[in-house]
């Protein structure tokens, strides 16, 4: 099968979606497929593994380069022959599109609060051209199906866009777990000396380029009022770092959070830490979340992301209600830390048999799955 892959990066230096449309279409052509990525860069080091077709975008602004590069991105399609084209993210001219971005018709009623933000902000010329596109390339007899990464897109985009049921697949994130495993656990002694932490304290892992919609001010709020204050935060990621230092000094807890950037052995710290915390606002399916369990690591998170489909509470992880539900968010914290030992080792053993149910081989499998479910009734007579 000769497949198209549809992504705007093909890299393995940005966020989740890049990894994940690398990773896929490494697998494909393990399983004998003929790859192409069609998308507007890709790194240098990966351009002789895939074949790979540029596609310019206008940069006058930001509405009109996503809508120029998913209208181009379709005149390649029509110009080549392609099994099945597979959208990873926005572009027209697909077969069938996995929801990897948030929903922005959703994204837009969480981010801006309150109504009056959310009012102004719908007149804005690059939400109202993403939530155009997401409606077109939806709702086209031409995509046959929309893949989500959890329960919660798919009930938003049968919601928001009128689909019906039977065009939705659900596919779940896979995790590597040649890279991510318990034996991380062996980095934990020697990131903790990385870190200078004392014996006594525990080391909570936040990992995000995007700090606000990902909690970081409120999981600050709660490290600087919790019992337990031998808890240190180290936050991975490049983000606005000059100012949460900032609110971290204004909370005096400057001392346990440590900003150590973006981290190419994350896998490291998730074998190091003692709870990986991520309190979004609304994602798809934070795969950092499955990482840090693939390595033992329990999750707190919100219950208003794809995420918390594979949490257990109590057993391998927690959910709270709301980005911005500190007091929760307090609760959880204190009572995690205040486990004994053998409490907190069966959660790391609960956080692996969830990440060993779900490992990137399975993904793959199922997206064929989907795949043989598109080529049926595109060439059907």
């Known amino acids: 099968m000769h497949i198209a892959l549809v992504k705007g990066r093909y890299s393995l230096r940005h966020g989740g979606s890049e990894r994940y449309c690398v990773n896929l279409s490494r697998q494909l052509k393990k399983r004998g497929h003929d790859v192409s990525v069609i998308g507007h860069t890709i790194d240098e080091e990966l351009q002789n593994e895939v074949e790979f077709i540029p596609v310019k975008r206008n940069m006058l602004m930001s ?29 027209f001219g697909l077969d069938a599109v996995r929801v990897t971005e948030r929903l922005q018709s959703h994204w837009l009623k969480v981010n801006y609060k309150p109504h009056w933000r959310y009012q102004l902000q719908s007149w804005n010329p690059r939400h109202r051209t993403l939530i155009e596109m997401e409606r077109q390339i939806y709702q086209s007899p031409q995509t046959k199906r929309i893949v989500t990464q959890s329960q919660l897109d798919r009930r938003l985009v ?45 080391l909570m892992i936040f990992a995000s380029m995007d700090f606000p919609g990902k909690g970081l001010k409120y999981i600050l709020q709660a490290l600087s009022q919790m019992q337990e204050q031998s ?11 000059g100012q949460y230092q900032g609110i971290a000094r204004e909370l005096n807890i400057e001392g346990r959070v440590q900003f150590l950037g973006r981290r190419t052995d994350i896998q490291r710290f998730y074998g190091a830490g003692d709870l990986f915390i991520l309190p979004t606002a609304y994602e798809p399916f934070p795969n950092v979340n499955l ?4 390595c033992g690591l329990p999750v707190l998170t919100t219950n208003t992301s794809g995420g918390a489909d594979i949490i257990r509470e109590e057993e391998n992880g927690y959910l709270i209600t709301a980005i911005d539900a500190v007091g929760e968010m307090i609760e959880l914290l204190d009572s995690h ?26 993904n793959v499998e199922r997206t064929l799955e989907v795949f043989e479910e598109v080529l049926h009734e595109k060439f059907r007579v």
């Not at 390649?76 to 926005?90: P, Q």
């Not at 808890?231 to 770092?241: C, D, E, H, T």
């Not at 004994?340 to 060993?356: F, G, K």
Request: charged share 30%; hydrophobic share 35%; net charge negative.
């Open 231 to 241: 808890v240190v935060l180290a936050v991975l990621g490049n983000g606005p770092i």
């Open 63 to 91: 509405s009109v380069k996503n809508r120029s590069f998913a209208e181009n991105c379709e005149k390649e399609v029509k110009n080549r022959r392609f099994d099945l084209v597979y959208g990873i993210g926005r572009a």
């Open 337 to 362: 830390f205040s486990k004994s030992d053998t409490d907190l080792e069966m959660m790391r053993a609960n956080c692996w048999a969830t990440a060993e149910q779900m490992p990137v081989e399975k």
């Open 158 to 202: 049968m919601e928001n866009y009128h689909i019906p049921e039977e065009k939705i697949r659900i596919v779940y994130n896979g995790v590597d777990l040649q890279q991510f495993n318990l034996d991380q656990r062996k980095e934990r002694e020697p990131i903790r000396e990385e870190l200078g932490l004392a014996s006594d304290q525990r």
């Open 291 to 294: 990482e840090a369990m693939a």
